[in-house]
């Protein structure tokens, strides 16, 4: 892979300014207030995960529009809390999978919480059962998730993801193994958009975090990251555009709801990011798009120079480890 | 492209037996004793098509679980009827779009309706919107509509599209300009498997048809398919059991209600068929599976030696033209 | 697909001057007053095209040499003249093809003329038959029609095919089905460039046109086509100089003659152009440098902004249907 | 992806005989004894792997030719041992890595050792450096590891790493983490052809092994290999045989020396297999040569029916983890 | 790449019999005849190639038609004839080139005669300058030179080509640096092709040969060729068919004249072949359909088992070195 | 292909200062040095290499370390030294390969020297046998020569390769039918690179040159080229440090001993470069990098515009035969 976008030292100071709609606060405070009628009902059960020093609860709550979605709370067998606690999302495509399959943060020693992506998990495999159940889910749109519902801000796919997302922290952090002081939201690629997403929203969500920590976010920057990325997810949406012609407008309207970057100015949380400078699915000017302007009291960014949408891979791993410890120690 | 399947001679015969459930026929005679429980509420408004030898309805019906589906009914400009009728159903990713983008029929003179595929139509773009309206879309999935519902057949996303191209049929009998007595259904890809799917369900629902005429059809002999072809859409059921490993048998039951081969064999209307032997995406084993099952009174099927999946193209529906005529006249 | 030329902004005013001979007008005077030394010998016979509506002819003309081309003729059935008339030029690799296969604008109530392109027609099949009988037609070349006779522009492909488009016009006009008074020439891609050929000899052969609709053309501004595009047909120029070096002086100042950006600079006729940004066979710098030279008395483009080679596809012949009825009707 | 390979019922009874040296066992006979004369000098050094309920310790022994060699053993933290273990080898490309990479065996509270391969790691970057100390690792070859030394038996690079991969089980089980009276050896790919090796090798070398867990097998049946699969790292080899055309009996000679197939004869221990029926990296026939010669007492194949070379992934971990407990409970 | 056809031992036997016009032999008869009405007019001309050790002719003689066809004539400088004598054809898209391009024969000691093939040489660039003089170069065609004048065995493009190569022989035996007892004809894929087809022809013709070396030959048993390469060039037959699908007959028709089997059953020279098991552009199985059914008095055919189409390479040529030598000294 | 790099005018003027270390020169004369403590050994063995007009010496001197390295030296048979003598070195994979592989400037009335690479020579086959007996070579790094010894600048690759190519002019400059004081050197890519880095090191190592000719080179501005280049084999950088995040400056810190821009710095020899514009794998920005800063007296660069990496090819070497005469003749 060679650069495929500005280098460096453009990128450094790359803050454009994305149209925001006026009704952008409320039809966030809006949907937030809706989807907290429905009754959390969180349940947490403890399975057996084939491991001995990992304890593993099965979590469901209500997410948007009162669907069940499920989760996985790992700890460090046999801890009583309350423990700092880290709350992964994933990836698109992914989805919790396996109870055996993430649990590098409760090795660490924290509550590690997972997230499913509702309708997703298909690279996954395993556990992975959140359904979309919405009746907006059967929308023409092109295959995959991008485009469901891009007609209506209101009915677009991740208008209900992000709200699963924040339901979740509001599910856990009453969790007796939770310390609700201490948490911080990560996640890599769409789960560095969920990050920025609840990083933005937890204020106005009344959420304290201590962190965030977006690895090669996506879902940032929309109309630049569809002039520079041929590859999916964000090519989805071209897709979508290169049939229906007369829905640019409409569709980048819809978006402009979702965006990384101006859902990242409302943020307050301290911030890692992470970008790769060969990245041809989440370009680096889309990343730096939401990173400088994310309003955090403090940011920072890891930058791989050689890498493509790997990112940093175990080094940002390694990177986090060390970053969580000090924020929870903070 | 080379050949990627057998070679004509044992093409002829080739005619696997595919598991087919207990329950088959009345799986499918529920499901259309249910589908009409919906008011069909047809309608057909003439619009502006900016033809001045054509003349279009926008049609709408319910179909599937009473979800509004749209159609195009075009006939050749001031004509009484009662005409004879094509039924046109569409590929993958097509839909009705513009009201002058398919006409050929209309233009033989015959009555020529054009159904929306709900959900799809991104290829298509302009007035496609058919909505998937039902609460079994949102289920976990591939991207892509192969695998939407594909846990159980009753959920399965074809069994919405097959009811809706019957329903479609029992909209426009009635019509005066339709000649209920001189039908032919027709369609490539997808539409040549939704063609053998209501060629099939015909004689149990109470619909004569005078012609069957699938093209390069899609939807046959899925193990076969999935053997074979590296391409979507069959491999999107591909990837969806690459993910979900233990989910192999359970997608095969569901796939069996749904597969051209078994909903032939309940066919009695005569059939052209068309296969191409070059053809990675319904390759031609999977099309022979069908017609070679095909039990409708008269078949023939157009072989195109050295054709990937466009087949035979416009020579294919030069021969539909004298094929309908001749139908239509007998 | 990715952005992969300018921004529209720079492309709304991007106008290179290109190299032009000092011969330009007399190469192209002396040719036509050559091409019509030979008899136009115009033959039309009805066919039986299949269809009802619609009235094919077919058509046979000497072109360029003296050359048999061939056209079809399409009118709504029964129909007497003189009709407003649409001539159609088609894309790299198309031909005349199946009466039955392009008919839109003799359904919208015109004449509407199909040349077939010498020589090709291999993607159309059927009855595509001019063949390009010409002493240089063996000359060296690589394989495809874009570096026949590069060497010289007397022995350019395209000085050929665009006689043959001029001379189309020469025998339709005399139809008692064609009003010469009216008549729209259009095509895209290739048909596009041929349609700027036309647009830009028009005046010095004497013929009006009430309109020109390039659609995505090619032919256009070939030193920045070549840097751009690494796709064919533009490439199987590149590939013709990455193979004899010593040429490329020699092959720019043939296609200087062809180019239609110098074309365009001689047309009078208004015009509707198309683009896509996206597009990476015809990228829309060359297209936007033909737009911006173009001489015709008013003009406009329609922008599809995600979209690559297919361009507006239904939705330009949707907005070609009004603006050649507007045309008309002026 | 399609079926590249043959059918299941095919593959379960494929079990080709592959030419065999007369000396082949005294060849390893003969290695094994020159590597035991250099001392293990093994050490083990607790490090901070940055995780509270894993303890990691730094392994460096003196593999073949006395070369350094790493690893990672990692126990549940603090757990007084004798631990039943699982030993493990990684796939082309890949190294120990990070201390926190490959922890999984340790949850499930085993000791579990982690390999580093000579030359390798440059997919898992970290903490790998172990180095291919050898006079014998400039021989002229193809780039990749697979045709290093491919001149002659002795100078072949998996030579080295067989001998890495018995050495560290000579030097781990005297650890008093580790019961050596159950030690299982495992990895996928790569690591499951050096699997293979390590339990054909165990019982000439003096050890007992109480399981073999070889994941979509590396290295097994070369000559079919080839045949089959064009893709790396098999293909090295063709593109080594395809310039060095006069050295194919040569290599092949090579390579049965160290064909997973001719070792699985040898072995003992009880085994779980898994192959995956798409695989065009890791053929299934090639799997199922060496599975079928496979002389173990016991052994099992999971068959995944839809998958390409990621084989069983997670699936296939569960079904380790579900073994393992069941062979250490033995 | 991997083996992509039959296995050797099923090679080593595999000998089709191809359809054969009644008229094959009075089609070739006349066609030589018709060609030897033309004067041949052969002109060799002393040039400066630059090199010392190395003298050239720069040749022209009327091929068919009357075409002037060009060619190099090499031999060690200084010496006087008559030399045995290597006639090579080249491989498509490539042409005579460079003075200095391909003189290996001459530097082994003979006359080596390069001839340039009509219309083509866009891979060699410099001197080739062979036009390919006919009214049928216009025909309908794909672009390429395998479908020109496909529809008629007097139209088709080789016909011309390999009058060019017999008349080439015509012309050089005459001239006194050639041995025109000592003559072996040679050439790779394209090349090979010609090469058996004048070895085929030559006993009608009247022409002596003491060898004939096709390597890897093109135009061997077309039908099956079609049905397993997807590369071109044959597979611009199959677009040509893919296209003008009605022309299927009539084009392999076309091509059993001109196929390297039925050639060759009429050849009487010893033959050297070779071939490349996994050569995707001319497949093992068109090679050994030539090579078993070559009627030469002797035979031999190298095959190269890892290779692709670059077959044996510089090992082939070593062998044809010595190969030549004894056939020479013979 | 298109542009991919820098338009002509900018190119012209590109020059940046690349990083130098302070010990640039006394790591070279260091290594220069220890490398003539080994007695160069230098054997010239004539052998039969089936030409009657070329004698050709298999060479074999010590190299790096003592290594043996091999080499051939052709000259037109029979001739009485000392003659004027090129000296070249081979791409990326090829070696000096069969001894009638590569004779041209021998044919040209020259001494041709050809030296064989370490360790490669997988292109080539035949007679290259040059083993990279270092310890070093099986430091870890990415399949491939160029990470080979990338952690530290006396352990890197091409630091042996580069001597090799100096020792070479060495043991050649004694040898009776070469004249010392007339030696060019010239190749392609890495053999382009080889060359500058001898005409850089030549003034510091006492060797008089006549001329350099650099042929689209490799191995110059590494910064610039992994930004651009996406391809092998200066991408094999790129994935190692995608792989070792943290060895970025300690691979570019080495690298600057080695590139092309900081050797052609101290070059004196009159220079004849090439480039190509659309060169992917060595892009034109690069070489243009070392072309501007090359210090040689006079210089001068053959610019292909439409070409890739293949350049000028036998444009290029025409080219060389006039220059390498010029200079010889000066």
């Known amino acids: 892979m060679a650069l495929i976008d500005f280098e460096l030292d453009k990128l450094r100071s790359y803050a454009p300014e994305l149209p925001e709609e006026s009704d952008f606060d409320s039809f966030w405070t809006d949907t937030l207030t809706d989807a907290r ?8 059960t403890k399975i057996d995960n084939k491991l001995k020093v990992i304890d593993t609860y099965d979590v469901t709550f209500n997410g948007f529009g009162g669907t069940p979605v499920k989760a996985w709370l790992h700890v460090p067998a046999g801890t009583a809390g309350p423990l700092p606690t880290v709350v992964q999302y994933h990836g698109y495509s992914g989805g919790r999978g396996f ?4 649990t590098l943060f409760a090795q660490a020693g924290y509550a590690h919480v997972v997230m499913d992506t509702r309708g997703q998990g298909w690279s996954a495999g395993g556990h992975s059962s959140t359904v979309d159940a919405s009746a907006d889910a059967g929308i023409n749109h092109i295959p995959g998730f991008m485009t469901s519902g891009l007609q209506d801000p209101k009915a677009y796919y991740y208008r209900r993801v992000y709200v699963d997302a924040v339901r979740l922290l509001d599910a856990v952090v009453d969790h007796p193994l939770v310390d609700r002081t201490k948490i911080i939201v990560t996640g890599g690629s769409q789960g ?5 997403a609840v990083a933005g929203l937890a204020p106005s969500a009344g959420l304290d975090l201590v962190g965030a920590a977006p690895d090669v976010p996506f879902l940032c920057n929309f109309p630049r990251a569809l002039e520079i990325s041929d590859r999916n997810p964000y090519a989805e949406i071209t897709a979508y555009l290169a049939s229906w012609r007369d829905q640019v407008d409409v569709a980048y309207r819809t978006l402009s709801y979702f965006d990384g970057v ?7 949380a301290p911030a890692l990011f992470s970008v790769a400078l060969m990245d041809p699915i989440c370009p680096p000017s889309t990343v730096f798009s939401a990173y400088n302007h994310y309003a955090g009291s403090e940011k920072s960014i890891n930058v791989y120079s050689h890498n493509e949408h790997e ?5 940002q791993l390694d990177a986090q480890l060390d970053w969580f410890a000090e924020r929870f120690a903070g």
Chains 1, 2, 3, 4, 5, 6 share one sequence.
């Open 262 to 268: 101006n859902l990242g100015k409302r943020a307050q």
């Open 37 to 44: 009628t429905f009754d959390l009902a969180a349940e947490f």
């Open 311 to 315: 990112g940093g891979g175990p080094y």
């Open 192 to 196: 560095g958009g969920i990050t920025l």
């Open 99 to 102: 109870p055996h399959a993430t």
